[in-house]
């Protein structure tokens, strides 16, 4: 079974004007940052964290695809 940790705790955090950075990692390897802000999500695959731009996710999608 894969090794992995999420944690953040608040009491209703208002995500208005502030970034958070998710590292993303299984087994002490990571996949990528996940961006989250106001506007939208991005993720920054490990492999393309030098070269390439986080690639967006309006809120609109990530609902989409979660519901799908």
């Not at 996940?34 to 393309?48: I, M």
Request: cysteine-free; proline content about 4%; aromatic content about 14%.
């Amino acid at each position: 079974m894969a090794d992995h940790d999420v944690r953040f705790s608040g009491n209703w955090v208002l995500v208005a004007g502030i970034d958070f950075e998710f590292d993303v990692a299984i087994d002490g390897k990571t996949l990528g940052i996940l961006y989250v802000s106001e506007g939208n999500l991005q993720w920054r695959p490990k492999h393309g964290q030098k070269r390439s731009a986080p690639i967006p996710i309006s809120w609109k999608e990530f609902a989409e695809w979660a519901e799908s």
